[in-house]
């Protein structure tokens, strides 16, 4: 099982101290899910959160745009976020050089390092196997 997507905006931290921001957010982030996401909510399967962070010269802290997510996608894409075991995220800035010809970049990502703006790559998948992981 995998599902991606990518939010074509500044991610916006779970400290953010206009609380409607941070809820307009959301909306959007589970907007821009659901032009893709044409499934029932997962109710039976533990899955992996995979997010990388396209950023400026002044980003967001990696680890505040997580829990937003979470709860963008929870009721869309899965039932409830305690589905998600495992999480992996990454920030790199926009002035990184990337080997944009190589074949492994998936296309969302792709698009969202072209844009040269401010981006969220988001990825829900299987649960990986523990032992792969060590």
Do not use: H
């Amino acid at each position: 099982m995998e599902f991606a997507f990518l939010i074509p905006d500044r991610p916006v931290s779970v400290q953010a101290r206009r609380r409607q921001r941070l809820r307009d957010w959301q909306q959007f982030v589970a907007d821009e899910a659901a032009k893709t996401w044409r499934n029932a909510p997962i109710a039976d399967q533990d899955l992996q959160l995979t997010l990388i962070y396209l950023c400026g010269s002044d980003p967001v802290d990696a680890d505040n745009i997580i829990k937003p997510i979470l709860d963008a996608l929870k009721g869309l894409v899965y039932e409830d976020d305690i589905l998600i075991t495992d999480v992996e995220s990454r920030r790199r800035t926009l002035s990184s050089l990337f080997d944009y010809t190589a074949e492994i970049w998936p296309d969302q990502l792709l698009q969202g390092l072209l844009s040269g703006s401010e981006c969220v790559y988001v990825r829900i998948s299987s649960q990986p196997f523990l032992e792969d992981k060590l």
